[in-house]
């Protein structure tokens, strides 16, 4: 009788790197997971995690590591785009 090896085996084992990016917002700087991107031609959607925050905003509550959350900015909006930068 087989055992649960034999049902990977064979299989090539892919470990996938996170999308790791700097995001910056109103003073608060933060490295952050990329969950999900949904762009598409007209709109710039992601879905972000907070791994470590780099500088600490002075307009609102810094979220706290682990923290999920959605940002999204049309891509005609220019180079200010939506008070958020993702870089």
């Given at each position: 009788m087989?055992?649960?090896q034999?049902?990977?085996?064979?299989?090539?084992?892919v470990?996938v790197q996170?999308l790791?990016?700097?995001?910056?917002?109103?003073g608060?700087?933060?490295e952050?997971?990329v969950?999900e991107?949904?762009?598409?031609?007209?709109?710039e959607?992601?879905k972000?995690?907070?791994?470590?925050t780099?500088?600490h905003?002075?307009i609102?509550?810094?979220?706290?590591?682990?923290h999920?959350?959605?940002?999204c900015?049309?891509?005609?909006?220019?180079?200010?785009?939506?008070?958020?930068h993702l870089?």
């Open positions: 087989p055992n649960d034999s049902k990977t085996e064979g299989a090539a084992a470990r996170p790791v990016r700097t995001f910056r917002e109103d608060w700087r933060a952050v997971e969950l991107d949904t762009s598409d031609a007209e709109w959607r992601y972000l995690k907070v791994l470590r780099l500088r905003s002075r609102f509550k810094t979220p706290p590591e682990g999920v959350f959605d940002v900015s049309r891509r005609d909006a220019g180079c200010y785009n939506g008070a958020w870089s």
